[in-house]
């Protein structure tokens, strides 16, 4: 797709996301992905694979599931740059995707299909994570459905974890809540810098809100700040 869908729906003047530029399509050793969880209108979680110099994106409204027997609803949505990759913080209110966003987990996928843009056309590809929340062996199945959302005609997805050791009952997006980069919940993240912290709450589990509740002094100390920003994790180095 490319990124000009993505740079059309937004305005960089006013939201912190990165305009990036598509990177070049030289095969890489290790490719990216990124789960962000995504408190806009509704709460979702956007599944993103490095491919091709850019972020394949799907929306997964209830987000990824490591039990076998659950089929997670995946609606493809423009590609993103890579540097998105990186982005938690705010998108201003009335903007394009106007909420919290989380980096929820992150790692490198490998494919298990041999031809990547084969698998992606025919809409069957297998794929391995190495995340710190999700691992093991996924595919995503196209369906015959289609979704308006980010424009017509957009494709619908399946997004199922296969059986192997990585696979689990547990509910890791109840269980596993936090943000892997900075440790944030939703709320925290809209608090610290400057979101609609009420909103984002919504999409929080009600135990780790209460535990804030009896103890504020767990919040991540730091200054609220007046406009969103992205977090870095290499801070010395940038």
């Known amino acids: 797709m490319g990124l000009s869908e993505y740079q059309r729906k937004r305005r960089f003047a006013v939201t912190p996301e ?8 030289r095969r890489k050793k290790t490719l990216a992905f990124v789960v962000q969880k995504h ?21 997964v409204p209830k987000g990824p ?20 990759a990186a982005f938690e913080g705010i998108i201003p209110a ?43 062996s996924w595919i995503l199945v196209r369906t015959r459905g289609y979704s308006s959302r ?12 296969h059986r192997d050791e990585a696979a689990s009952r547990k509910d890791v997006a109840e269980t596993a809540p936090r943000s892997v980069v900075s440790r944030r919940l939703l709320a925290e993240i809209a608090w610290q810098e400057g979101g609609d912290v009420k909103k984002a709450a919504a999409g929080d589990p009600a135990a780790e809100l209460r535990k804030l509740v009896r103890n504020p002094a767990a919040v991540t100390a730091q200054k609220r700040r007046r406009k969103p920003s992205v977090w870095k994790s290499n801070r010395a180095g940038s």
């Open 94 to 136: 009335g903007e394009y995707g106007g909420g919290t966003v989380m980096v929820w987990d992150r790692g490198t996928w490998t494919p298990e299909s041999p031809d990547v843009d084969a698998a992606l056309r025919t809409g069957e590809l297998k794929f391995t994570l190495d995340g710190e929340k999700l691992s093991g």
């Open 65 to 84: 599931s490591l039990d076998p027997s659950v089929k997670r609803l995946a609606m493809q949505v423009e590609d993103h740059p890579l540097e998105y």
């Open 150 to 161: 980010g424009g017509a005609g957009r494709s619908t997805w399946l997004l199922i974890k």
């Open 39 to 59: 408190r806009a209108s509704q709460l979702h979680y956007d599944f993103r694979l490095e491919w091709n110099g850019v972020l394949l994106s799907w929306a």
């Open 18 to 25: 990165p305009a990036g530029k598509r990177a070049g399509r």
